[in-house]
């Protein structure tokens, strides 16, 4: 029988076995029996990663909606759904229970529905982290539109190509936000980014910084008076299992991002169950993951993995830092938090800063902490369990991606334990691999090599949006029939994993993916330089920070001038998340005898790992590397 609470070693194994050995007749069962369908499915997998094409619960039909709220209407309607704690600490949070979300999900989607949003619709979101932001993707979900949430610290030019990717048709956003102690003019950046968006007709705001904004006749409307009006009453649109849910967009190591699609069924079977077992969550549990709902994490692990439990989740809008380094843990003691899910790069900055933030409030209410986003080193690790999980809550080192939907690989409390820098053993239905250099798998237990998965699990994003071939090329051609997830890793005896961190061209910065090229691009606009290649280089805080090397078209005397039009350029095209922290002016860059950038070499370079370079006699230019050594940052 497939449990859906997994909750020791046992259990652990017997369903890890039955989900490998059958897994049709694996999730099939748990699918079944712990969610509302409308109809069920006429098949429960179907696939060829060589195609690829992917489908589970093929002919099922279902609406995740009822899934996450109404169906917790009957015995849990006043259960708090969503916490929203505020920037400002002095403000009160908000409690919104399951009837309200309901409530306020039906007004969102009706207010939709009448601006002509149908579904298979694409809508827009960039907002903040208030409340509005989770309502309005439940509201899409609710009526069947495809939502894409475009985290609220792009830029205007990165939100128009995300628009523009995907065709939205409706924009949600908000007059301005709060970060701490700034607040930002969301409204504005929208305003120049849709100037390049045609297919945007029209534009919902919501109230909060209320800052005189421009709003535009026959495109803008204020959200609030529209929902006054709205009623309290939406059918939620029946869907196909494998009907598009949203599209979540994620870097590339070249071109455009990528618009990763999930569909509804699997990726609602998947984040459930998840979310169930790794956070190991009960009743009565309060749970905060302090992602943005901009990325997977808040996607699939403040949206729907919690309220699709009937969980509490907490929405915080602000920043670890303010007011000051103790809001984290005020929050925590605050809310009686009992699951704390969070970045590593916040654990490294929150680490450095006196222990009196941590020690003056009262943390014992946690249960289970977690981490996500890029592999955290071992002494954060250490700080992270002594001093916020006082050496008793277990750690989950939580690798997974935005293709993989939800956490693939992860220690799971009272099942088995975590390790420091290990995301350990596999969850129930996942078959990783490490592949070697020549493209076969390794199958000795202690090995290191490429992270493959050998079969789909149910919540593996479908394609790229409106380009299934580069979604073929990027995760299905390095290796037949095998998902590669652009990671290295390593496999201990035991058979658990250490993930060792990207081997493509994407850099992971305070847990954020970044591709070179999209950078690389946005430094070349400026008119001076004539060429720039960017790579990672170990940061105490971040994990990793972009050194820029670059050169330019002239000579160029005021080279402080030079840096900072350099990171505005990137800000306007990406965002700040993008901006390098060290840059180079070279005479040249060591390219191969093809023309193609030796990154390798600049990779070392910049980690002060010069003494080793390899063989550079076969450079179409090797004189310039010296030249880079002497001369590096
Ligand atoms: O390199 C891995 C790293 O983050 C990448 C995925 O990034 P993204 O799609 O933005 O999703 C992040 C949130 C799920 C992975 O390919 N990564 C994620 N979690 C871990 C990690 N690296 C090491 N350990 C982790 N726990």
């Known amino acids: 029988m497939a449990n859906y609470s997994i909750t020791n070693n046992e259990l652990y194994h017997e369903n890890y076995k039955q989900a490998s050995n059958n897994p049709k007749q694996f999730w099939g069962e748990l699918a079944k029996e712990n969610f509302l369908w409308k109809k069920p499915w006429d098949s429960v ?18 609406n995740i909606t009822e899934n996450c709220i109404d169906r917790h209407l009957k015995t849990n309607a006043n259960k708090t759904a969503i916490i929203f704690e505020p920037n400002d600490s002095n403000s009160s949070s908000e409690q919104i229970s399951y009837k309200d979300l309901h409530e306020r ?60 990717d995907c065709d939205c048709r409706l924009l949600i956003t908000s007059d301005g936000s709060y970060r701490g102690k700034k607040t930002i003019d969301l409204k504005g950046i929208v305003d120049e980014a849709l100037e390049s968006c045609p297919s945007v007709k029209n534009v919902l705001v919501a109230k909060r910084i209320h800052s005189d904004i421009n709003m535009k006749e026959g495109r803008d ?13 939406c059918t939620p649109v029946v869907m196909d299992a494998e009907d598009p849910l949203f599209i979540l967009y994620t870097s590339g190591s070249t071109g455009q991002p990528k618009g990763m699609v999930h569909t509804t069924a699997g990726y609602m079977v998947y984040t459930a169950y998840t979310f169930k077992n790794v956070f190991q969550y009960k009743t009565d549990d309060i749970y905060w993951c302090t992602a943005d709902i901009g990325w997977i994490t808040g996607h699939s692990y403040i949206v729907y993995g919690p309220l699709l439990n009937g969980a509490t989740t907490v929405m915080f809008e602000g920043v670890p830092s303010y007011p000051d380094y103790g809001r984290f843990w005020e929050i925590v003691e605050k809310h009686k938090v009992s699951q704390f899910y969070t970045a590593p ?57 935005t293709e993989t939907g939800g956490i693939l690989i992860s220690p799971m409390p009272n099942c088995y334990e975590g390790k420091p820098t290990y995301a350990t053993l596999p969850f129930v239905g996942v078959q990783p691999v490490l592949m070697d250099e020549n493209g076969h798998e390794i199958l000795e237990s202690k090995a290191e090599g490429r992270l493959c998965i050998k079969y789909p699990w149910p919540s593996i994003a479908r394609t790229i949006w409106g380009n299934h071939k580069r979604y073929e090329d990027t995760y299905f051609s390095a290796y037949k029939n095998y998902y590669f997830t652009g ?23 305070s847990g954020h993916n970044l591709g070179t090229a999209p950078i690389e691009d946005a430094i070349n606009e400026h008119d001076q330089v004539a060429e720039s290649a960017i790579v990672g280089f170990a940061h105490p805080i971040k994990g990793n920070a972009l050194y820029g090397y670059i050169t330019l078209k002239n000579e160029y005397s005021n080279q402080t001038e030079l840096q900072s039009e350099i990171n505005q350029l990137i800000t306007t095209h990406i965002g700040p998340i993008a901006k390098l922290d060290k840059m180079q002016f070279t005479n040249g860059l060591p390219k191969t005898r093809s023309g193609k950038i030796m990154r390798r070499i600049l990779r070392k370079i910049a980690n002060k790992d010069s003494s080793n370079l390899g063989d550079i006699s076969t450079l179409l230019n090797p004189e310039v590397v010296e030249d880079i050594i002497k001369n590096s940052l």
Not at 111 to 126: A, E, F, N, P, Q
Not at 221 to 233: G, T
Not at 374 to 398: L, S
Not at 499 to 507: L, M, N
């Open 345 to 401: 790069t916040a654990i490294r900055a929150l680490a450095k800063q006196d222990l009196s933030f941590v020690t003056s409030y009262d943390i014992s209410s946690l249960k289970v902490i977690g981490t996500v986003g890029e592999p955290i080193n071992e002494e954060a690790w250490q700080w992270y369990h002594k001093h916020i999980g006082q050496n008793r809550c277990p750690i989950v080192d939580t690798w997974w991606q």
């Open 487 to 509: 990671d290295g890793a390593l496999r201990e005896e035991n058979g658990h994993y250490r993930i060792t961190g990207r081997v493509d061209d994407v850099i992971i910065v």
């Open 105 to 164: 999900v039906n007004k969102f989607a009706n207010v939709l529905k009448s601006r002509g949003i149908k579904k298979g619709d694409r809508v827009c979101i960039y907002l903040p982290m208030i409340p509005e932001l989770a309502v309005s993707v439940l509201a899409c979900a609710r009526i069947g539109a495809i939502h894409s949430v475009v985290f609220a610290g792009f830029s205007s030019i990165a939100l128009a190509t995300r628009i523009n």
């Open 45 to 62: 997998l179907d696939f060829d990663f060589s195609i690829p094409k992917i489908s589970w619960f093929d002919g099922a039909q279902l």
């Open 221 to 233: 409307q204020w959200l609030q008076p529209l929902l006054d009006d709205a009623s309290i009453q």
